[in-house]
């Protein structure tokens, strides 16, 4: 089996897998608290059951939640003698959107910027670089109609146009990501700034 989680979001997110199918599922909005909410969350999922593989995001996001979801990865793989490894959470928010052409997930970070990226909404392959910028800079980087998650309505009214959904992850899509947004190593991920500056104004 393979038991997948999320805690980089507003959301704390578990799903457990057997033979590639979601047996069983969990998603909470719970802002915060995922130190005390997520280990019961994954007590009531596995219901008993352990895992071989074990798939944790690793953000970017929240800093707090990333740490405690991964630091929880790492006990449970000593404890059961699993496989640990790290997705891409802005991916497996990306995965929930459904759509056919490409699609920007965004997440609000600290001191007002976002963690952007794209993906193709049919493959869920990135197709551009994971960034962390202020609203007006992360809008130049985006092409998407559809922007995803916590920091879309702030992208999509910088940029002037397109369509914000507010979403968060769900660990049910795990398996829809590539397997290289899939197979990370399980550590908190960084996002960095475009080598070229904005103008001053």
Same mark, same amino acid.
């Given at each position: 089996?393979?038991?997948?989680?999320?805690?980089?979001?507003?959301?704390?997110?578990?799903?457990?897998?057997?033979?590639?199918?979601?047996?069983?599922?969990?998603?909470?909005?719970?802002?915060?608290?995922?130190?005390?909410?997520?280990?019961?969350?994954?007590?009531?999922?596995?219901?008993?059951?352990?895992?071989?593989?074990?798939?944790?995001?690793?953000?970017? $996001?929240?800093?707090?939640?990333?740490?405690?979801?991964?630091?929880?990865?790492? $006990?449970?793989?000593?404890?059961? $003698?699993?496989?640990?490894?790290?997705?891409?959470?802005?991916?497996?928010?990306?995965?929930?959107?459904?759509?056919?052409?490409?699609?920007?997930?965004?997440?609000?970070?600290?001191?007002?910027?976002?963690?952007?990226?794209?993906?193709?909404?049919?493959?869920?392959?990135?197709?551009?670089?994971?960034?962390?910028?202020?609203?007006?800079?992360?809008?130049?980087?985006?092409?998407?109609?559809?922007?995803?998650?916590?920091?879309?309505?702030?992208?999509?009214?910088?940029?002037?146009?397109?369509?914000?959904?507010?979403?968060?992850?769900?660990?049910?899509?795990?398996?829809?990501?590539?397997?290289?947004?899939?197979?990370?190593?399980?550590?908190?991920?960084?996002?960095?700034?475009?080598?070229?500056?904005?103008?001053?104004?």
């Amino acid at each position: 089996m393979l038991l997948a989680f999320d805690t980089s979001s507003a959301a704390c997110t578990a799903a457990l897998f057997d033979g590639g199918r979601c047996v069983a599922r969990k998603d909470e909005q719970i802002g915060r608290g995922h130190s005390e909410r997520l280990v019961p969350m994954l007590a009531e999922l596995l219901d008993g059951r352990e895992a071989e593989q074990i798939l944790v995001g690793v953000g970017p $996001g929240s800093f707090t939640g990333i740490r405690v979801g991964i630091a929880a990865a790492h $006990g449970l793989a000593i404890g059961w $003698g699993a496989e640990v490894a790290g997705m891409s959470s802005l991916a497996l928010l990306a995965a929930g959107a459904n759509v056919d052409g490409e699609v920007a997930a965004a997440v609000l970070g600290g001191h007002g910027e976002l963690f952007v990226q794209q993906f193709d909404g049919r493959t869920g392959e990135p197709t551009s670089e994971l960034r962390n910028l202020p609203p007006p800079l992360a809008a130049a980087q985006t092409s998407a109609q559809i922007v995803v998650g916590s920091g879309a309505p702030a992208l999509v009214t910088a940029r002037g146009w397109g369509e914000a959904v507010e979403a968060w992850p769900s660990a049910a899509n795990a398996l829809k990501l590539p397997e290289p947004l899939r197979s990370l190593p399980a550590a908190p991920v960084y996002a960095r700034a475009p080598d070229a500056k904005a103008r001053a104004a």
